[in-house]
């Protein structure tokens, strides 16, 4: 249920750090980090989307992280495949939430690929709120791909700026991010969706991020209440 009390904010995006951390901490294996992180990462959406942010976004896979073990990868893109599944569709479907992928599609697995682009054709039509998840994602490479098709669509030098190159980022109808969370202590963007963060407000939390629950979203949302954003004025 959405908030009157305080300023809620409508795009709200989390670099998900701290999954190996946290289950170096408790004994377990890299994989069950990953797998508890998924877990956190549904319930902070579930929280998010009942206090009336439309749009989360989540820092799933970025194009570095294919520098990981060929084990770690291929858990962390079983773990994609259940966001896709026919249950989680269903979910989505149920509790009325889009999901979009932003990020090249040129390395994803056919398979995958197939069921994102199913789960974004049947949820196309819901508008309680958009889970954007970025796979194979970077802004530098969103920005160079974005100037790439305005030449491909025979803009000249005068006609690049600043809104030709918005029209054309993945998924442009996804707003600038009003805030960024990042968990587990580290103070950095790490190529997190560098055009649409331009104004944000950054926030950086010390825990680890499978650890995150409903509770702390309602204290980013009054942190971010408490936030005096002049955008330059």
């Known amino acids: 249920m959405k908030d009157e009390q305080v300023t809620i904010p409508i795009h709200l995006g989390f670099i998900m750090d701290g999954n190996r951390r946290w289950a170096k901490a408790q004994g377990l294996s890299a994989f069950e980090g990953h797998k508890e992180g998924h877990r956190a990462a549904k319930r902070v959406a579930e929280a998010c989307f009942e206090r009336g942010i439309s749009y989360v976004t989540l820092y799933a896979f970025s194009t570095e992280n294919w ?38 599609r040129d390395h994803i697995d056919s398979m995958l690929l197939k069921a994102m682009e199913k789960a974004e054709a049947e949820t196309k039509d819901l508008t309680r709120g958009t889970l954007a998840v970025c796979l194979d994602y ?26 030709a190159i918005e029209q054309r980022l993945y998924c442009p109808d996804i707003p600038p991010l009003d805030l960024v969370v990042r968990t587990s202590g580290e103070q950095r963007i790490s190529n997190f969706m560098l055009w649409r963060i331009y104004y944000s407000e950054l926030l950086f939390l010390q825990k680890h991020w499978p650890d995150m629950t409903k509770t702390d979203v309602t204290a980013i949302i009054e942190e971010y209440d408490r936030r005096s954003r002049r955008f330059g004025g």
Do not use: P
């Open 67 to 104: 520098r990981r073990t060929v084990d770690e990868v291929s858990y962390l893109m079983k773990l994609l495949a259940v966001v896709v599944s026919i249950k989680e569709i269903k979910y989505y479907q149920k509790n009325e939430i889009r999901i979009r992928f932003l990020g090249s």
């Open 138 to 163: 970077g802004g530098h490479q969103e920005i160079v791909d974005a100037v790439k098709l305005c030449l491909k669509d025979n803009l000249s030098s005068e006609d690049i700026n600043a809104e």
